[in-house]
Structure formats: C-alpha cells, structure tokens
C-alpha cells in the first residue's frame, strides 16, 4: 500500500495558521512593528518550508530527487503566499486597521532621526506611501514569501535524504 504525500496546499495551511498566530500574538501585544518580531515569522517561515521539503522526500521514503523536493517546498510557499495575501488584507482592514498609521508615523520618525530630510520632503514621501500602501504592501508579502520560501525550499531539498531509483535498475535484474 502506497503512502499518501501529503500536499503542498495542506502544509501551506498548517503554516499560515502559524504565521497568523504569530501575527495575532505581536498585534495584540503591540510587538508588530518592532524590528526583531518581523524576523520570527520569517524564521518560522524557513524552519516549516524546510520541513515541508524533509517530510516530503520523508514521505516517499527518500525516493525523490533535489528538484522534485525543492518543487515542493516552493509549492508550499505559493500557498502560504496566497493565503498570506488574504490574511494581511483581513488583518490590515478588520483586526488591526491601525497599522497602516502605525507604519507611516515610524516611518515619520525613522526619516525625521536621520536629520537631512527636508520636511516637505518627508510628507510628500509619506503621503506617496500612503496613497500605495496596499500595493506596497501586498507586494512586499508576495516577493518576500516567494523569495524567502525559494531559499527554504533549496535548503530543504538539500538536507532531505533522497535515494531515488533509476527507472533503469529493474531492467538489470
């Protein structure tokens, strides 16, 4: 009896609903916009397409190639990029519409800290930012998971023990 793959929609769920978590956790507890929060959901991005690579090859009992593992990993971080599409659409509209003002007011600071920055400078930029926000920020999240789940997904493949057959092996016997 063959065993069931599992696929890269249902790893890609099972993540998002991490990512999410972790999301929820750093908005309700006012950590979102703080520098190192933003690396722990990446971190935990790398660490689950990397498993999803491993359990993968782990699955068909190490008979699977670099590419065909690889492929799947970066399956898995299509999904997770569709359904964290969705999310941060959901999250910036409904659970924390604050963010948008968030960001643009660090942002104020982060130019204003510099010191060179004229001021009319940093409210045509910030009023820039505004206007495109939404797509700044839905392609931030799309290049961004689709880079980082590329990278993950090489690792993965990398790490996971695969011994494939050559279709040419039970010609010989």
Known sequence: MEQKITTPITKGLVIILVLAVIDLIG???HLKLERWFSWVSTLVLVAAIIWACISYASQLKGDTTFGNCFAHGFKTSA??????IIYTLISIYFIFPETRDMALE???KQMEEKGNIPEASIDQALEMTKKFF???TIGGVLLGTLIVGAIASLIGAAIAKKNPSSPFDNQLK
């Open 27 to 29: 908005g309700f507890a």
């Open 79 to 84: 999904v997770v990029a569709c359904f964290l």
């Open 106 to 108: 660090q942002a104020r």
């Open 134 to 136: 939404l797509p700044f």
